[in-house]
């Protein structure tokens, strides 16, 4: 069964870069099946997609965050990552990363992880 | 960028009503729709894609229905584990966007 995990550090400062990773299990990365994305969800609202990448390195962003968001894949660790740079108090927010089939027509996402809250405050 | 409108943004129900929400949204996007279901402190679970089709283990008193513009999502005996929030998702072009949600709660 497929698995997603994300990591990384729950607190950054103001105006520093965001970090996270996930590490899939149970199934391949590598697979020509899927995308791998990122979305968001503030506290107490919506959620709010961020980005997707390709096992190629082909990435999607979502343009209301684009100049400051990289995602990147390393297919040897079965992990994708995120960093979003010049954050502020409105990058606060639980990250999700999760699976979706590579056609954009099959654009659902499945499964999910369980979720990093990350705060950003000094 | 699609813009989605999912209405009520709170409903209150008893178990065994019949619950419909609904996602309407700025431009037509053909059936390009997901519903999840998401419990406090847990990550969205994907219900329905393709605006109408019941993902695998989902139970079926889950319905999804429309096309284009205007979506519902129907629990048609509303049980216990079913008092959630509840987002739409539209796949149709990007930004790939979600509606605001809409709280299931108990009356």
């Known amino acids: 069964q497929l698995q997603l995990q994300e990591s990384g550090p729950g607190l950054v400062k103001p105006s520093e870069t965001l970090s996270l990773t996930c590490t899939v299990s149970g199934g391949s990365i590598s697979s020509s099946s899927y995308y791998w994305g990122w979305i968001r969800q503030p506290p107490g609202k919506g959620l709010e997609w961020i980005g997707s990448i390709y096992y190629s390195g082909s990435t999607y962003y979502n343009p209301s965050l684009k100049s400051r968001v990289t995602i990147s894949v390393d297919t040897s660790k079965n992990q994708f990552s995120l960093k979003l740079s010049s954050v502020t108090a409105a990058d606060t927010a639980v990250y999700y990363c999760?699976?979706?089939?590579?056609?954009?027509?099959?654009?659902?996402?499945?499964?999910w992880g369980q979720g990093t809250l990350v705060t950003v405050s000094s | 960028v699609i813009w989605m409108t999912q209405s009520p943004s709170l409903l209150s129900a008893s178990t065994g009503d019949r619950v419909i929400i609904s996602c309407r949204m700025s431009?037509?996007?053909?059936?390009?729709l997901a519903w999840y279901q998401q419990k406090p402190g847990k990550a969205p679970e994907l219900l329905i894609y393709?605006?109408?089709t019941l993902q695998s283990g989902v139970p079926s008193r889950f319905s999804g229905s429309g096309s284009g513009t205007d979506f519902t999502l129907t629990i048609s005996c509303l049980q216990s584990e079913d008092f959630a929030t509840y987002y739409c998702?539209?796949?149709?072009?990007?930004?790939?966007?979600f509606g605001g949600g809409t709280k299931v709660e108990i009356k």
């Open positions: 393709a605006a109408s």
């Open positions: 431009q037509g996007i053909s059936s390009y």
């Open positions: 999760a699976r979706r089939p590579w056609q954009l027509a099959d654009g659902w996402f499945d499964p």
């Open positions: 998702q539209q796949y149709y072009s990007f930004p790939l966007t």
